[in-house]
């Protein structure tokens, strides 16, 4: 059974660091890209980006809203992504949810598992 | 990245068949997936490469796409069918577009 586990969520004041992890078990993990996406309290879906596989060069791509702020990484020895969250902003405060991202075509993309995600709250 | 966008919301009677759309130049090149999100739950795909349904998704959800319009359609609708729909695709730059959801009610 492919599971996606965030943890790393808490109260963190505006300007400080945060990261999550996204622990995936279930399947190989090196194989597949991971997307992040949050969602602010009361609101929609957000992108926040994604990380590809080593096979793809690992390469990264951020929303514009968080682009230069946050970073992925990813440890596929241990099965974990990360998503590093710097100078955090009170519009940051949302559930983060990490994806496993498939390809069936050349231009089909989509997120076929979610985890249970974890709440940032960014407040002073 | 260029934008997709969604009715905010829509209602379909018990058992009747109600169609999500979504639009976005995105769509001409990039296929659609759909997402279904119930209240306190994370998102679940329900639909991906326009038309094909994961494991577990009832065939009562359907996928289509036309020019720069993807669509979702529940036929026969169903009470437990009440959720936020999310339509997801790629723009040019390989970033990924999220439609702002579709809160679907049934009535």
């Known amino acids: 059974e492919v599971k996606l586990v965030e943890s790393g969520g808490g109260l963190v004041q505006p300007g400080r660091s945060l990261r999550l992890s996204c622990t995936a078990s279930?399947?190989?993990?090196?194989?597949?890209?991971l997307s992040w996406f949050r969602q602010a309290p009361g609101k929609g879906l957000e992108w926040v980006g994604f990380?590809?596989?080593?096979?793809?060069?690992?390469?990264?791509k951020y929303a514009a809203s968080v682009k230069g702020r946050f970073s992925i990484s990813r440890d596929d020895s241990k099965s974990i992504a990360y998503l590093q969250m710097n100078s955090l902003k009170i519009e940051d405060t949302a559930v983060y949810y990490c994806?496993?991202?498939?390809?069936?075509?050349?231009?089909?993309?989509?997120?076929?598992?979610w985890g249970q995600g974890t709440l940032v709250t960014v407040s002073s | 990245s260029s934008d997709v966008t969604q009715d905010p919301a829509v209602s379909v009677a018990l058992g009747q068949t109600v169609r999500i759309t979504c639009q976005g130049d995105s769509l001409r090149n990039y296929y659609a997936s759909w997402y279904r999100q119930k209240p306190g739950q994370a998102p679940v795909l329900v639909i991906y490469a326009d038309n094909n349904r994961p494991s577990g998704i009832p065939d009562r959800f359907s996928g289509s796409s036309s020019g720069n319009t993807a669509s979702l359609t529940i036929t026969g609708a169903r009470a437990e069918d009440e959720a936020d729909y999310y339509c997801n695709s790629r723009d040019s730059n390989g970033e990924d577009v999220l439609g702002p959801g579709t809160k679907v009610t049934v009535l």
């Open positions: 994806t496993r991202d498939r390809r069936n075509l050349l231009t089909s993309y989509y997120k076929d598992s």
């Open positions: 279930g399947f190989t993990f090196g194989d597949f890209a």
């Open positions: 990380i590809r596989s080593k096979i793809h060069d690992g390469t990264t």
